[in-house]
Antibody, heavy 122, light 108 residues
């Protein structure tokens, strides 16, 4: 399984960025995809999740990003997305894409990308 | 939101010793707790899910136990590569899923 994020970079406060996550070597039919971030020197923080097509591609978000971030998936391209709008300095972090292969309560994120850094600064 | 509290914040041990890391939840998460290992500059790696199930490829020296609000990750005999950060995550009541603040396991 290979998970590769891209799209990170430097953006000004109030700006937007779209991250991509390409997944290969894995069947995505039952997989939920999570985005998790890690601010410099800090711990892990869940950002959002998109469920499977069978689950209606339902999405959930952490409170700090709700209304500003959108997660989506395109299984035909084996690619997941995190659209980030109205970015602020507190969004500065390494963003990880993580695969939950079971798509059920419990379990764990088996497969993580290397992360893509996002820096919000004027 | 369920809060996870990990202890200790830092654990200093020598290779060959036994490590015991704790994670306490502010309310019951049943057995829906996972443990991750993260080394500096690397992404997290899943060690344990559903409190006690080892993920694929994880050595047998790693074990997890607990249910409800109290959980433990045990490393039976530390190898040099085990010195890292460890995070617990509850997967019972989300959104949101939450992580503990982490335990740093360092070489004594």
């Amino acid at each position: 399984v290979q998970v590769v994020e891209s799209g990170g970079g430097l953006v000004k406060p109030g700006g937007s960025l779209r991250l991509s996550c390409a997944i290969s070597g894995f069947s995505l039919n039952r997989a939920w995809i999570n985005w998790v971030r890690q601010a410099p020197g800090k711990g892990l923080e869940w950002v959002g999740r998109v469920k499977t097509k069978a689950d209606g591609e339902a999405t959930d978000y952490a409170a700090p990003v709700k209304g500003r971030f959108t997660v989506s998936r395109d299984d035909s391209k084996s690619t997941m997305y995190l659209q980030m709008n109205s970015l602020n300095i507190e969004d500065t972090a390494v963003y990880y894409c993580a695969v939950d292969p079971s798509g059920v309560v419990g379990g764990g994120d088996c497969c993580w990308g290397q992360g893509t850094p996002v820096t919000v600064s004027s | 939101e369920i809060v996870l509290t990990q202890s200790p914040a830092t654990l200093s041990l020598s290779p060959g010793e036994r490590a015991t890391l704790s994670c306490r939840a502010s309310q019951s998460v049943s057995v829906y707790l996972a443990w991750y290992q993260q080394k500096p500059g690397q992404s997290p790696r899943l060690l344990i899910y559903d409190a006690s199930r080892r993920a694929a490829g994880i050595p047998a020296r790693f074990s997890g136990s607990g249910s409800g609000t109290d959980f433990t990750l045990t490393i039976s005999s530390l190898e040099p590569e085990d010195f890292a950060f460890y995070y617990c995550q509850q997967r019972s009541n989300w959104p949101p899923t939450t992580f503990g603040q982490g335990t740093r396991l360092e070489i004594k």
